[in-house]
């Protein structure tokens, strides 16, 4: 399966802990986001990189919020001393923009979150 | 500020009728439009997006959808439903031009239960 990947599926953790995320992208996708969803809600944007470099970062990701792509694949989202309104479910896409060009994003199947 | 609105919670088709998915969109200049539906405990699928040409966009499963400017709608159809379309679908459109991250902005999504 060459489609972007998650890991994990499901997190539960305990309120103050940190949990790391991460996203495997389709391989020659140079570009990654991260969204977070709610339940009853669209998927909202969190931060967007470009190959190894992270260009926006939405006002939605706090300081307790960080998120790398070291060497322009993989990507891992931390979320440090976790809320119980962190709880969602956080998508990964990844998309591939030549030239002026512009592709859809392909989303993977996302890592639930909660916290109790 | 780009924005997209989905003004159906939910939609109710029977199983072999029409079925329209609502969608209109508020952004500056040309929209870049999306169509995805999310099944229980899965991530976002791409379905068909508008970028220029054809007003009549077809996609995966069947779907196609119609964009229509004076309207400022882009509503997802299908000329005969099948149960297993029963999922959350979301239209999207892309951020504003000058936002070089090209990230989407989601609708609150519409649900579509087609009963046998």
């Known amino acids: 399966d060459t489609g972007v990947s998650q890991n994990p599926r499901h997190k539960i953790t305990k309120r103050g802990q940190n949990v790391t995320f991460r996203c495997d992208p389709i391989?020659?996708?140079?570009?990654l986001y991260w969204y977070r969803q709610t339940l009853g809600q669209g998927p909202e944007f969190l931060t967007y990189?470009?190959?190894?470099?992270?260009?926006?970062k939405s006002r939605l990701l706090s300081d307790r919020f960080s998120a790398e792509r070291p060497k322009g694949s993989f990507s891992t989202l931390e979320i440090q001393r976790t809320e119980q309104g962190d709880s969602a479910m956080y998508l990964c896409?990844?998309?591939?923009?030549?030239?002026?060009?512009?592709?859809?994003?392909?989303f993977g199947p996302g890592t639930r979150l909660t916290v109790t | 500020a780009q924005s997209v609105a989905q003004p159906e919670d939910q939609v109710n088709v029977a199983e072999g009728n029409p079925l329209t998915v609502k969608c209109t969109y508020s952004?500056?200049?040309?929209?870049?439009l999306f169509w995805y539906v999310q099944y229980p405990n899965r991530g976002l699928q791409f379905l068909l997006k508008?970028?220029?040409?054809?007003?009549l966009v077809k996609g995966s499963y069947g779907f196609e959808a119609e964009f229509n400017k004076s309207q400022t709608s882009f509503h997802l159809k299908k000329p005969s439903a099948l149960v297993s379309d029963s999922a959350l679908y979301f239209c999207?459109?892309?951020?504003?031009?000058?936002?070089?991250?090209?990230?989407?902005?989601f609708g609150s999504g519409t649900r579509l239960l087609v009963r046998p």
């Open positions: 896409a990844s998309s591939l923009t030549t030239g002026g060009a512009y592709h859809e994003q392909y």
């Open positions: 391989s020659e996708h140079n570009r």
């Open positions: 990189f470009q190959n190894e470099a992270q260009l926006e």
């Open positions: 952004v500056s200049g040309n929209p870049y």
């Open positions: 508008y970028i220029t040409g054809d007003n």
């Open positions: 999207a459109v892309r951020g504003k031009r000058m936002d070089s991250s090209y990230k989407l902005i």
